[in-house]
Antibody, heavy 115, light 113 residues
């Protein structure tokens, strides 16, 4: 059974940093590109970043470029999102998701940026 | 960026009746290299994460009932539910993954009358 479990969310002040993790199981992690998405409370879905299985390709939304860094450890089946210089508008439920035609999303981890 | 526009934004439906949601993109989602159209449909049930219903225009995801179907071409797409069930309530999103940034429609909230 495919499982994606996010962790690392929390309450931080503007300008601070946070690292999200996503533990994957039930599939060959290294064979899949992975995505981070987010959803502000009561709002729609926003793509944040993508990374290919071999880390050859990495993409970011303009809204996070230069502040967020996506990475992965294929030996540990872990996906990461390092977030720095956080802003109030980064507050959202962050989802990791397996990419492609058999996409699968985790349950999300909540990030709140507030002074 | 490819902009995705869904209609309607709210959809009240009587159980057993059909339902249809439209999604339009500002650019064709056809990949001319392989013939695939990279348009997916998701359902986000209340309190849950989005679940994939339809991938690559018309392929039902594993476990998705056959009352759900996806169709369309180029820039115009449709999700159809042949007979709505009470468990189909939630917000339906279309998503394009032809190009980065990946983009979503605004969402269509389906409610039971």
């Amino acid at each position: 059974e495919v499982q994606l479990v996010e962790s690392g969310g929390g309450l931080v002040k503007p300008g601070e940093s946070l690292r999200l993790s996503c533990a994957a199981s039930g599939f060959t992690f290294s064979s899949y590109s992975m995505n981070w998405f987010r959803q502000a409370p009561g709002k729609g879905l926003e793509w944040v970043s993508s990374i290919s299985g071999s880390r050859n390709y990495i993409y970011y939304a303009d809204s996070v470029e230069g502040r967020f860094t996506i990475s992965r450890d294929n030996a540990k089946n872990l996906l990461y999102l390092q977030m720095s210089s956080l802003r109030a508008e980064d507050s959202a439920l962050y989802y990791c998701a397996r990419a492609g035609s058999s996409a699968y999303w985790g349950q999300g981890t909540l990030v709140t940026v507030s002074s | 960026d490819i902009v995705m526009t869904q209609t309607p934004l709210s959809l009240p439906v009587t159980p057993g009746e059909p339902a249809s949601i439209s999604c339009r993109s500002t650019q064709s989602l056809l990949d001319s290299d392989n013939g695939n159209t990279y348009l997916d449909w998701y359902l986000q049930k209340p309190g849950q994460s989005p679940q994939l219903l339809i991938s690559t225009l018309s392929y039902r995801a594993s476990g998705v009932p056959d009352r759900f179907s996806g169709s369309g071409s180029g820039t115009d797409f449709t999700l159809k539910i042949s007979r709505v069930e009470p468990e189909d309530v939630g917000v339906y999103f279309c998503m394009q993954r032809l190009d980065f940034p990946i983009t979503f429609g605004q969402g269509t909230r389906l409610e039971i009358k």
